[in-house]
């Protein structure tokens, strides 16, 4: 199994407060992912970040930040967490994006905003 | 707009047949295509992947055919087992390769 690690796996927060969610991965690969696991979207990439301090937006960014000061460390910040944000928070990672190169998730965090 | 779909949520399919999972893309600039595997309350795992050079990819009880003309892909497990019940996920990206699109999968069942 690929070395990556979700925290916290489970977190109930209020409407407006602000929520970080941590990914850890010890395999030293280069892309890491954030995604969004809803019933009937399938999986949603939010962010992507593709070295330290390099990052960009995915299809649903918009109420989301991340930051990437760390190869191993990749984090996603909810600025003001609102109920449409409650959802399976899954990371990915990635050591190229060459052709033939998966991606390994990690277990996922489920955020429940109320 | 859904650049990668899977129009069939759910598939039930008895033990030792064949169990085919369905997936078509819009994008004709992706070139490099995958099937994950989830069970519930884990995180996605990566099953198989097929390049646009190829047409057919196989790995043990589980092949990837890819029609390039028709932009759909298929999974196929043969023998199908209970322990492939899950929802599959197939994914696909482009030239650069920075991400990839996924449908919203489809729950497969099988039944013992």
């Known amino acids: 199994d690929a070395g990556i690690t979700q925290s916290p796996r489970h977190k109930v927060t209020e409407t407006g407060t602000p929520v970080t969610l941590r990914c850890h991965q010890t395999e030293n690969h280069r892309y890491m992912y954030w995604y969004r696991q809803d019933p009937g979207h399938g999986l949603r990439l939010i962010h992507y970040?593709?070295?330290?301090?390099?990052?960009d937006k995915g299809e649903v960014s918009d109420g989301y930040s991340v930051s990437r000061s760390k190869t191993e460390d990749f984090l996603l910040t909810l600025e003001s967490a609102t109920s449409s944000q409650t959802s399976v928070y899954f990371c990915?990672?990635?050591?190229?994006?060459?052709?033939?190169?998966?991606?390994?998730f990690g277990q996922g965090t489920r955020l429940t905003v109320v | 707009d859904q650049q990668v779909k899977q129009n069939s949520p759910s598939l039930s399919v008895q033990e030792g047949r064949i169990s085919i999972l369905n997936c078509d893309y819009t994008n004709s600039m992706f070139d490099y295509f995958l099937w994950y595997k989830k069970y519930p309350a884990e995180g996605p795992t990566f099953l198989i992947s097929?390049?646009?050079?190829?047409d057919k990819n196989e790995d043990g009880r589980f092949t990837v055919f890819l029609n390039k003309s028709a932009k759909h892909l298929s999974l196929h497990i043969v023998p199908s087992q209970p322990g492939d019940s899950a929802v599959y996920f197939c994914?696909?990206?482009?030239?650069?390769?920075?991400?990839?699109?996924f449908g919203t999968g489809t729950s497969l069942t099988v039944i013992p």
């Open positions: 994914a696909a990206s482009g030239p650069t390769g920075n991400q990839f699109y």
């Open positions: 990915a990672i990635r050591a190229a994006v060459t052709v033939a190169s998966e991606a390994f």
């Open positions: 970040s593709y070295g330290v301090k390099d990052t």
């Open positions: 097929i390049s646009s050079i190829k």
